[in-house]
């Protein structure tokens, strides 16, 4: 079984530059979770979504920050603009739908010049 | 708003002796609770869970621990092995939800 892919593993922009990020779940999970991580802070939740709503944004700072998960598959979290304090490893992660254990890929680190 | 906390940054631990790595929690909703590995450049790895109507729940040389009371768990691994040597995560979630609620994380070396 093919784990979650995520791309690019790495990116270097500039402040006020944009930038975004790609996730592909597992085959077949319904809920997709958006983390960001914080050198030395654990995964904070951004937005989790169930197939294609949002169930869950409450802590993504919505005037920069924007996700969208098309057709319940993949989901695209794009930031515009940068500032330097989103320089951190941005997780995606999928579960089956009801099941608490969730997949991880293994991130985009992001830095914020 | 921390809702799981991991009060001990590091851990340094003696190849084959006892890791135990503790987390508090404070949101009464949380039904289930698992602990994450992550090595340097990978994303977490899920480890072990265990359901809050269980109070301990045993995996090989990992097992968990949990106090509901005092809204504690706790993971002990034994024996120690140079390949534990990562962060571990503890994370709570509530099954209305299934949000992941993590904690800061405690980084364990196992020395030689």
């Known amino acids: 079984e093919a784990g979650v892919a995520q791309s690019p593993r790495y990116k270097i922009i500039e402040k006020r530059q944009s930038v975004a990020f790609w996730c592909n779940p597992i085959s077949g999970h319904a809920t997709l979770y958006w983390y960001q991580q914080i050198l030395g802070q654990g995964p904070k939740l951004l937005i989790q979504f169930q197939n294609n709503g949002v169930v869950d944004d409450s802590q993504l700072p919505k005037d920069r920050f924007s996700a969208e998960r098309l057709k319940g598959v993949d989901s695209t979290l794009k930031i515009q603009p940068a500032k330097l304090e989103d320089s951190a490893v941005y997780l995606c992660a999928s579960s089956s739908q009801g099941m608490t254990e969730a997949f991880f890929g293994q991130g985009t680190r992001l830095t914020v010049v | 708003d921390q809702q799981v906390k991991q009060n001990s940054p590091s851990l340094s631990v003696q190849e084959g002796r006892i890791s135990i790595l503790n987390c508090d929690y404070t949101?009464?909703?949380?039904?289930?609770f698992l602990w994450y590995k992550k090595y340097p450049a990978e994303g977490p790895t899920f480890l072990i869970s265990?359901?809050?109507?269980?109070d301990k729940n045993e995996d090989g040389r990992f097992t968990v621990f949990l106090n509901k009371s005092a809204k504690h768990l706790s993971l002990h691994i034994v024996p120690s092995q140079p390949g534990d040597s990562a962060v571990y995560f503890c994370?709570?979630?509530?099954?209305?939800?299934?949000?992941?609620?993590f904690g800061a994380g405690t980084t364990v070396t196992v020395r030689a």
């Open positions: 949101n009464s909703m949380f039904d289930y």
């Open positions: 265990i359901s809050s109507i269980k």
């Open positions: 994370a709570a979630i509530w099954s209305n939800d299934y949000k992941l609620s």
